[in-house]
């Protein structure tokens, strides 16, 4: 499904086909029987695209970022961010054109070029001029934007200000395509605002592909260019933002609200009729498919010299050649 009108002149960046995903359980397989988290989703996003994933918790939304991100594995043909296969070709994270910004501070640090913990007695300074061929005119605008003090000590200053240095670390690297999972949970009023500003200029300037998974609706009424709801694994909705604004008269975050409340309520219906009929309220939770994403190494089942090893984030083998097997049976944290 393509979410943007005005789609036929601007490059297609992401390209989600019939994607179909399943946590691997302790063997590396799809536990038997369990039903796939992500299903029949397909959606296209283009040049300029910001787009604003909603769904309720559980709904998939992590799980889809980091299908795009690289860091889970699907079918090639599933997914192609600029063309490429995420988790395969990994120079599209490493040369920074694709960027994933979650929660994980050391990682997302580390995939900027700087493998050190965040936390540690290191100067902001130290952090940031010490990620290399960094044009230095956008390293000063984003200093700037995130308000960032440099002589900050980074295990002293608050998770905030923390914060705001992981993200500037993040965006150094001019990205083609960025992938937020709520990552501005801890900034300030003005931080978020001029942040979110920042990005809606990178995509209309340089016609980046913003995906923003998010629950907070302040200072976003105006930013994205098309929704994406998602629920259970499953596309519901994904709509240019002048049609959500056809469609209901509500602020967004009333629509978003309406959104879900309308779906726990089939839920809950769902799961009375499931009561009536004496069968299970709950979806049966297949025993061993919680794991632990992250190290291939830990994973029983091994996909043959794809190039990683414990502790090492970037692949020195890439392309989809290199690759024998193709289910969804390694994760990168
Ligand atoms: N590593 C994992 N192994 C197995 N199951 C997982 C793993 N990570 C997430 N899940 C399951 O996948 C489902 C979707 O999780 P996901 O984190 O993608 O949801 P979300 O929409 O991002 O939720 P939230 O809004 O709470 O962040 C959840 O039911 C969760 O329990």
Redesign the pocket.
Known sequence: MSVNRNSDSKPLTVEIKELKFT?PGIDGHPPPGSKP?IEHFSLNLFSGDRCLLV????????????ILGGKHMVEPEMVRVLGRSAFHDTALSSSGDLCYLGGEWRRDVAFAGFEVPIQMDISAEKMIFGVAGIDPERRAELIKVLDINLSWRLHKVSDGQRRRVQICMGLLKPFKVLLL??ITVDLDVLARADLLKFLKKECDERGATIIY?T?IFDGLEDWPTNIVY?AH?RLQLALPIEKVREMSKLSLMRTVEAWLRKERDEDRRKRKENKAAGLPEFEKQVEG?????GDPARASVRVTNNGWAAGRLHSTVAGEENFLLSSNRV?RG
């Open positions: 946590y988290l769904g309720s918790n559980g709904a998939g939304k992590t799980t889809i970022l980091k999972d709520e998974a629950h998602v694994g498919s919680r794991v632990v994403g994760l």
